[in-house]
């Protein structure tokens, strides 16, 4: 009984001490963009900042560095590997697992630790879930996301989660450029099959504009992909199943207009509330629901640029909408979460000790 009191005090100390890890799984992309390592590589670095112990946790001890497209700074960030000895979790610590991963969320499920799901994409939510299976079967009722909207479609799948929200933010390296818009579209497509078809189909129906360039923006380095996007005259994104959309975000603050396919499930940022609390599209873009209609409406788009005859509303809701994404913001909201967090965990363990305590008596 001493032995396991002391042990408990001693994780109440770690936790009040900061003197604990929390572990973000995260998969090689090796080397390639992806906005979601990025947010993910944003949290470890603000918790660090905030004097916790982050790590990113990799499962092979070959990660690709995050160097050629993130930025030295986050590649220097604190790394472990689940192969390395160093990797010894208890109770005070914390692994913080994507979605996707329900075979770690398994392989876990004995650890003394506190184990956290991470969802940015709903879609990934059910993609390698056992039939019938909930999380809280891995013992996992915590829960962090990105968005209000992905809140209220966790809770409807797993009632009882208690879910937080981190929105993402966008660099301040997103920005217009020094000089003219260049005639260059660029595009974002989950399908490169589809961004191809768009500028087949433009070409075909608008000779006229041979001379505008389209840019596919892939597996580019994050500050050149800025850098391409303030270029930009105009942005296309098709991404039907994205559960929130940087990409038109990241433009709309290099002040680029996005022409973009409505998603299935509805980004914030892409409706505002009537004064009857109605919902409409926001006038942040230009917002369709079928991609067939996307090569018209760049060329009508065209016309406008080239007669200089912007609406000034695009440019003010673009701004309005880019404000609530700021790194500032994010991470006082970081804080904030995890501060909650750590007090949650020390709540629950502090009741154990109460539990023991009375079955002593």
Not at 202 to 225: A, C, D, H, S, V
Not at 244 to 256: A, D, I, K, V, W
Request: one cysteine or more; aromatic letters at 12%.
């Amino acid at each position: 009984m001493e032995d396991k009191e002391k042990g408990i005090l001693e994780t109440l100390q770690k936790l009040n001490d900061k003197n604990f890890g929390i572990y973000f799984f995260t998969i090689d992309t090796k080397g390639n963009a992806t906005a979601g390592i990025a947010t993910i590589y944003e949290h470890v670095k603000v918790l660090n900042q905030l004097g916790y112990k982050a790590y990113i946790l990799h499962e092979k001890k070959d990660y690709t560095s995050v160097a050629g497209w993130l930025g030295e700074e986050y590649a220097k960030l604190p790394h472990v590997s689940i192969e390395s000895q160093d990797l010894k979790v208890s109770a005070s610590d914390f692994i913080v697992i994507p979605e996707v991963f329900t075979n770690v969320m398994e392989q876990t499920k004995n650890f003394p630790c506190k184990r956290i799901v991470f969802s940015q994409s709903y879609d990934y939510i059910l993609e390698l879930l056992m039939l019938g299976a909930k999380w809280s079967d891995y013992g996992i009722t915590d829960v962090i996301t990105t968005t209000d909207k992905q809140k209220d479609y966790i809770s409807s799948l797993f009632p009882g989660s208690r879910i937080d929200v981190v929105p993402v933010s966008i660099p301040k390296f997103f920005k217009p450029d020094s000089k003219p818009k260049k005639p260059i579209v660029t595009l974002h497509t989950r399908d490169q099959k589809e961004a191809l078809k768009i500028v087949k189909a433009f070409y075909l129906k608008y000779p006229i504009y041979k001379w505008i360039t389209f840019r596919e923006l892939r597996g580019i380095p994050r500050e050149q992909f800025a850098k391409f996007l303030g270029e930009a005259c105009l942005s296309v994104w098709v991404d039907p199943i994205s559960s929130f959309g940087t990409f038109p975000l990241e433009s709309m603050e290099c002040q680029t207009p996005v022409i973009g396919l409505i998603p299935d499930m509805i980004p914030e940022w892409m409706e505002e509330s009537t004064e009857n609390g109605d919902k409409v599209f926001s006038k942040n873009g230009v917002w369709v629901n079928s991609t067939l209609q996307i090569p018209d409406l760049i060329a009508t788009y065209l016309q406008v640029w080239l007669e200089d005859n912007l609406p000034a509303d695009l440019t003010d809701a673009m701004k309005n909408t880019t404000n609530k994404y700021t790194e500032e913001s994010q991470a006082t909201k970081i804080a904030e979460v995890y501060g909650k967090l750590v007090n949650n965990r020390k709540e629950e363990i502090t009741a154990l000790m109460n539990k023991l305590h009375a079955t002593a008596q």
